[in-house]
């Protein structure tokens, strides 16, 4: 059974800054292509950033390419997001999710594994 246990999320100024981990088990993060994504308040659930089995590709949805940035650590089989000049808009509950393959997606529908999430508040 693979269990996604998110932290790191908290309220933060605008401009600052946020990491986010998620511990994975029952699951490497080696085997599996790994995911963020976010839901905030009355809107679907949407990718932010992805990153594959190998660590080596990633993909960042628009809205915060330049500003997050997803990396693996093999050893702990944590996937982390770092979170850079935040904005308002950033608010959601940020939601960690395993994929059902090795390649990175960006529909909910490729990821077969989530977190609980963790919530992000960005005050402007």
């Known amino acids: 059974q693979v269990q996604l246990v998110e932290s790191g999320g908290g309220l933060v100024q605008a401009g600052g800054s946020l990491r986010l981990s998620c511990a994975a088990s029952?699951?490497?993060?080696?085997?599996?292509?790994m995911g963020w994504f976010r839901q905030a308040p009355g809107k679907e659930r949407v990718f932010v950033a992805g990153?594959?089995?190998?660590?080596?590709?990633?993909d960042y949805a628009d809205s915060v390419k330049g500003r997050f940035i997803i990396a693996g650590d093999n050893a702990k089989n944590t996937v982390y997001l770092q979170m850079n000049s935040l904005k308002p808009e950033d608010t959601a509950v940020y939601y960690c999710?395993?994929?059902?393959?090795?390649?990175?997606?960006?529909?909910?529908?490729?990821?077969?594994?989530w977190g609980r999430g963790t919530q992000v508040t960005v005050s402007s």
């Open positions: 029952g699951r490497t993060i080696s085997t599996n292509a």
């Open positions: 990153i594959s089995y190998t660590g080596t590709n990633t």
């Open positions: 999710a395993s994929a059902r393959g090795v390649a990175v997606g960006r529909t909910t529908y490729g990821y077969d594994a």
